[in-house]
């Protein structure tokens, strides 16, 4: 009513207060049967707790009296006149209840009753509560991921082969952001992790809604941050002040270690490389490899000036392109914090997916008749599901067979020191996660390429040892100039490079 006084506002919010924190007692003490009944109590509970904070929000700006309203209305009420003060008011409501008869003041705690009324009603009779929130028909009311439109940006990216992957398989590699090489984040590649933030936040809020999305972001933002600075996030290593990482230049020189080795790159792409960094792109295939091997390490303005090109300025454009840079790492960083938050809801979609890709339309039909028979029938759900040997549960929720299980050998863990001491049960879990993130990730972090000869290694000093013993043997195999490079002589002998060139100093030719 309009008549109110500050103080019966107040004492109205402090009751609105109370009653929504009493509702939202109730409301998580209330048996969840289903994951349907599940989410509409957070999101019951979600608006609760926005009236709560609301009225916080209020009662907090009441008490400050910046205009000291508050103040003088106390004043009256303790006054001298407070007797007179008591009469006016009660003569304006009088007046008021004359101009409007049929005027009802409804109780704040008829509201409320109403509320737990319908709540215990659903709970005794198991009748279906109305949807608090809207899901599309390939979510299942919040069981999976509906990442098509994402599937389809995603393949029409530039640089990416996307095209030749599938939708189960685009569920497998999504996350992997990392194995993308920085120059082919473009524009729309920025677009594109846009796209799957949008709908990853839309799906999280709608599935989670007790959860600050705000603060999540925030505490990923400083962590990001730090790993930044240190050169240690996935995907964007940090090149040591080296004149590469600043120029920008699409060349990675801490995966070679002599320029002999750059050479093998051949004449144009060093060529390109020492473009980008400004500097002359003149020269034999050794002058160019050694000019760009000797930037390693080496910043910009330390460098030669002799080094660079006519009219070439060098370092124009890095802050910017630095500042791109950090911007799409950084959403991946969110990517990869929603990955992992929603991983359950994405093993479940690949399963799902796999599950209609191996049936018929007509059995996809009669599944679909099921759920929806399933989903409108009063049959025991609340029930709690009998299952004291832990098994994993099956499509249909309920826990697979034992012979299943064993069969599968799901009662035997690996346990994998790559990807941080992470269990595996099963042989094909352990198997499958070889080419997933984390072992990748885990691979890179060792400098290691994740290759097929290193599969079933899951010690770091195997695989350290593996990789030093494989670089030998690259180097063994490498082309010998000195000994394999072949001369012919005067009189048609064929002899390597070393021996002809002995021979030609001591004049024997």
């Known amino acids: 009513m309009a008549l109110e006084t500050l103080l019966e506002q107040q004492r109205s919010l402090h009751e609105e207060r109370e009653r929504a ?18 989410i509409d109590s957070d999101h019951r509970t979600k608006k609760l707790l926005d009236r709560y904070m609301d009225s916080s929000s209020h009662l907090e700006e009441l008490y400050e009296d910046k205009d000291s309203t508050r103040k003088e209305e106390l004043e009256a009420l303790s006054g001298p006149n407070a007797f007179q003060e008591f009469y006016d008011r009660l003569k304006m409501i009088k007046d008021f209840h004359k101009k409007h008869p049929n005027e009802i003041s409804v109780p704040m705690s008829i509201e409320f009753e109403a509320m737990s009324l319908e709540r215990e009603n659903a709970e005794e009779e198991g009748a279906r509560a109305p949807s608090e929130v809207v899901f599309t028909s390939e979510e299942g009311y919040g069981k999976y991921l509906d990442l098509h439109e994402c599937y389809v940006k995603y393949t029409n990216l530039k640089g990416i082969d996307g095209q030749s992957i599938d939708y189960v398989t685009y569920l497998t590699l999504f996350d992997r952001l990392f194995e993308i090489p920085k120059e082919r984040k473009s524009g729309e590649y920025r677009r594109y992790l846009q796209m799957l933030l949008d709908y990853l936040s839309k799906y999280t809020s709608k599935v989670k809604p007790l959860m600050d999305q705000k603060e999540e972001m925030d505490r990923v933002t400083e962590t990001f941050e730090g790993q930044w600075d240190s050169g240690s996030f996935p995907g964007w290593p940090k090149e040591a002040a080296s004149a590469m990482a600043q120029g920008g230049a699409h060349l990675d020189l801490s995966a070679f270690s002599s320029s002999e080795e750059l050479a093998s790159l051949g004449l144009d792409r060093l060529k390109s490389a020492l473009m980008a960094l400004g500097l002359k792109c003149g020269g034999t295939l050794e002058q160019r490899a050694l000019r760009l091997f000797g930037t390693k390490g080496i910043a910009l303005d330390e460098l030669d000036p002799d080094l660079f090109a006519k009219k070439s300025k060098p370092g124009k454009g890095v802050k910017d392109n630095t500042a791109r840079q950090r911007y799409v790492a950084l959403l991946e960083a969110k990517a990869y914090f929603y990955t992992e938050l929603l991983g359950e ?14 049936r018929t339309d007509a059995e996809r039909e009669d599944d679909e008749e099921a759920h929806m028979s399933e989903s409108d029938s009063d049959d025991d759900d609340d029930e709690v599901i009998y299952n004291p040997k832990n098994l994993p549960l099956g499509w249909d929720g309920k826990p697979i067979p034992y012979w299943l299980y064993k069969l599968h050998g799901l009662n035997i863990s690996y346990s994998c020191e790559i990807c941080g001491n992470q269990t595996y049960r099963g042989p094909k879990a352990f198997q499958r996660h070889f080419a997933e993130w984390r072992h990748a990730h885990g691979m890179r972090c060792l400098g290691i390429p994740n290759t097929a000869h290193f599969a079933n290694i899951t010690l770091i ?35 390597n490079k070393k021996t002809y060139e002995d021979l030609k100093r001591q004049g024997l030719l």
């Open 21 to 38: 924190m009493d509702a939202m007692v109730k409301e998580m003490l209330l048996k969840k049967g289903t994951h349907k009944d599940q």
């Open 461 to 495: 000093e195997d695989a350290l040892a593996l990789w030093e013993k494989l670089k030998v043997s690259k180097a063994s195999e490498r082309w010998q100039p000195d000994t394999e490079e072949e001369f012919e002589d005067s009189t048609g002998n064929v002899v």
């Open 345 to 358: 809801q994405r093993m479940a979609t690949k399963e799902n997916v796999q599950r209609k890709q191996a």
